[in-house]
């Protein structure tokens, strides 16, 4: 599935993944591949991505630029406020209002 992580003022990552684990208000909870269409409110806390085959692009902190890479199952943490998450389709639009690279 794929997957954007956007705030007010640049994109945290875009591409594909097998699974996102988010902070929602009620509870963490993971989304997988085929999951039921969801809109829900998320909590500040932690955004686990483990990538799937193909690119993806991810936001670097040490360089404060866009990286390239290709690795599958990699597994990728950012500490976020909060925010929302739509899923639709096979694609999931997390919108926040801060994050940050943990690795």
Known sequence: MKISVLTPD???FTGNVSKVGL?????????LD???PLVSS????RVTLVTAA????YYDEA????????SANRSLTFSIDRGFV???NNEVNLLVQG???LR
Do not use: C, W
Not at 42 to 45: D, E, R, V
Not at 54 to 57: A, D, H, M, T
């Open 10 to 12: 640049r994109t945290i």
């Open 23 to 31: 902070p929602g208000t009620d509870g963490s909870f993971q989304v």
């Open 34 to 36: 085929n999951h039921a």
């Open 42 to 45: 998320l909590t500040a806390g």
């Open 54 to 57: 193909g690119s993806y692009r």
């Open 63 to 70: 360089s404060s630029g866009m990286k390239n890479d290709d």
């Open 86 to 88: 739509e899923v639709l």
């Open 99 to 101: 994050a940050r690279n």
